[in-house]
């Protein structure tokens, strides 16, 4: 998700950058670095994980004029990383972006809470339900948080958008982005088979390196 700095007050670009900073403050910290050290193959899937987020940035579509969309791909990072080194990978792949087409400006901590902390977060509590629900059912792990999941999560994150912009005043903005809803119907099918085969394919080739998934629950039984 890009958006152009255009449709934003300069008071609500400098609360975004503010809670970015915070935000990266709290991920930095709660990262678990000494895992990710431990195992060269949880590095490489960091590395590789980081690279693919690079290229779905880059594939991205005009929505309307100022407002880009690409596939968020987040929900497939927290399955594997968790919340807060999704939220890293997310930052950083943004950041290098912003840098490599010289674009860095105050908009970018807006498109990174848009794009990366909120699918990130909603993510995140999704799977927290997940795991905490008795079903031991393996589909509803793989199914309603990979593809549903990641669904929901999209929408989630296109809704906030509505309320940023309609906080920004963005009238004619939020009425152009209504009368051309049809992509999000095509791009959400899309977000949700894109992750849930990568979330389906982690955990039945690689379950070890997928952070959320409870083998002992799903498998044992």
Known sequence: MNISADYFLE??????????????????YFSPWKALLQKSERQHAFCAAW???VVMMLLQISWV???????????????????????IIGASAQLMLALWFDQLSLVLSVNF???????AAVSYAIFRWIILHKSK?????????????????LLVSLLVLGLVLLVNQQWSLLQTLYDKSLMVVLLSYSE??????????LTVFFPSLVRTFDEKKYLDS
Do not use: E, K, Q, Y
């Not at 809470?113 to 699918?119: D, I, N, Q, R, S």
């Open 65 to 87: 004029d100022g407002v880009s969309i690409h596939f968020l791909m987040m929900t497939s990072l927290v399955v594997v990383f968790g919340w807060s080194l999704s939220v």
């Open 11 to 28: 008071p609500f670009l400098w609360l975004s950058v503010i809670t970015a900073i915070i935000v990266l403050i709290v991920a930095a």
């Open 192 to 201: 949700g088979f894109l992750n849930g085969l990568i979330v389906t394919a």
């Open 137 to 153: 059912n393996l589909f509803v792990f793989l199914l309603g948080g990979g593809f549903f999941g990641s669904i929901a999560t």
């Open 51 to 53: 690279l693919s987020l």
């Open 113 to 119: 809470l848009l794009a990366v902390v909120v699918p």
